[in-house]
């Protein structure tokens, strides 16, 4: 056999070996779960009404716990696969605001967990991390 032969085997035998370690099946994307966020109202029919600009005591968007709490319970049975899931808390007065983080506790058959809620947008969009 030829040198020629020979470093060819050599190059095809190694191009194989890198292919063999590489896995075809791509790691799953985080789950996004995309949800409309009204803003929240605090002012009562006594405030006075006030013109132009915004107050610096403004209350902003925040999501709602409730519609949260039943999204990630759907995300971690639809896309985890997560079974036996009891309650799910998350906090109320979470601020929309890109980038923020927080946690929401979940019950796992049984035992405690935290669920990672990752805001991706000023818009409501959120990723729910796998429980830990």
């Known amino acids: 056999m030829s040198r020629r032969a020979v470093a060819t085997v050599g190059l095809c035998g190694a191009a194989f070996a890198v292919l ?15 949800v409309t966020v009204p803003p929240t109202s605090r002012a009562s029919s006594s405030a006075p009404a006030t ?16 519609t949260m709490q039943a999204d990630v319970r759907k995300i971690l049975t639809e896309t985890y696969q997560v079974r036996e899931i009891g309650d799910v808390l998350c906090p109320s007065n979470q601020k929309v605001e890109d980038g923020s983080t927080f946690t929401c506790t979940v019950q796992v058959a049984g035992e405690g967990k935290t669920v990672t809620i990752t ?3 000023e ?8 429980p830990a």
């Open 119 to 121: 805001v991706t947008g």
């Open 123 to 130: 818009d409501g969009r959120y990723e729910v991390g796998a």
């Open 51 to 66: 013109s132009g600009g915004s107050s610096s005591n403004a209350p902003g968007r925040v999501f709602d716990p409730r």
């Open 20 to 34: 063999v370690a590489c896995s075809d099946t791509p790691a799953p994307a985080p789950a996004t779960k995309t």
